[in-house]
T-cell receptor
Framework: GIQVEQSPPDLILQEGANSTLRCNFSDSVNNLQWFHQNPWGQLINLFYIPSGTKQNGRLSATTVATERYSLLYISSSQTTDSGVYFCAVIPYNNFNKFYFGSGTKLNVKP | DTAVSQTPKYLVTQMGNDKSIKCEQNLGHDTMYWYKQDSKKFLKIMFSYNNKELIINETVPNRFSPKSPDKAHLNLHINSLELGDSAVYFC????????????FGQGTRLTVV
């Protein structure tokens, strides 16, 4: 099946810092989403972004489908940004199954 | 209104028991899923239903039996629970085809003792 790799696996930031999370995938995709799993375990939708660029407040994401990667940018980080960020893709050849990356665990310190 | 809701949020039970987790979505989606998150936070699909019909069954032990009474509901019944079944189970929904946004429930943390 498709491989989804996220980097870095762990990230510690001081409040106010910026960061970039990366998701590489090994095949063409129909769907790519970024999720934030907060400390209470909820999976929060951040972006549905199979291609292009989107922004939502301090967060933005870019997917370059032809080069098989996506980036999530977090600016002016806050302690509430802490948690695990997952990238998940649905490949063209298996269109009803999300493949998740192993996540980036972010800890924002005050 | 919660888009995808699961009950219960927490479930603690003894080995050998049978338990069910319920899921409902009010998004009008035609496809629903169960995912399992293990202790290392890895998420993997278990089942997928489209319009009440099973379309994905990912080599899950047959002690796990999903049931979809209608396209807005997908329940998960687990027989003879084992310690290794302890995990967080997520329900999700989307439209068939995978090219629309999927939404996840808040998860059910199952602990088998």
């Amino acid at each position: 099946g498709i491989q989804v790799e996220q980097s870095p696996p762990d990230l510690i930031l001081q409040e106010g810092a910026n960061s970039t999370l990366r998701c590489n995938f090994s095949d063409s995709v129909n769907n790519l989403q970024w999720f934030h799993q907060n400390p209470w375990g909820q999976l929060i939708n951040l972006f549905y972004i199979p291609s292009g660029t989107k922004q939502n407040g301090r967060l933005s994401a870019t997917t370059v489908a032809t080069e098989r990667y996506s980036l999530l940018y977090i600016s002016s980080s806050q302690t509430t940004d802490s948690g695990v960020y997952f990238c998940a893709v649905i490949p063209y050849n298996n269109f009803n199954k999300f493949y998740f990356g192993s996540g980036t665990k972010l800890n924002v310190k005050p | 209104d919660t888009a995808v809701s699961q009950t219960p949020k927490y479930l603690v039970t003894q080995m050998g028991n049978d338990k069910s987790i319920k899921c409902e979505q009010n998004l009008g989606h035609d496809t629903m899923y169960w995912y399992k998150q293990d202790s290392k936070k890895f998420l993997k699909i278990m089942f997928s239903y489209n319009n009440k019909e099973l379309i994905i069954n990912e080599t899950v032990p047959n002690r796990f039996s999903p049931k979809s009474p209608d396209k807005a509901h997908l329940n998960l019944h687990i027989n003879s629970l084992e310690l290794g079944d302890s995990a967080v189970y997520f329900c999700a929904s989307s439209q068939l085809g995978g090219n629309t946004e999927a939404f996840f429930g808040q998860g059910t943390r199952l602990t088998v003792v």
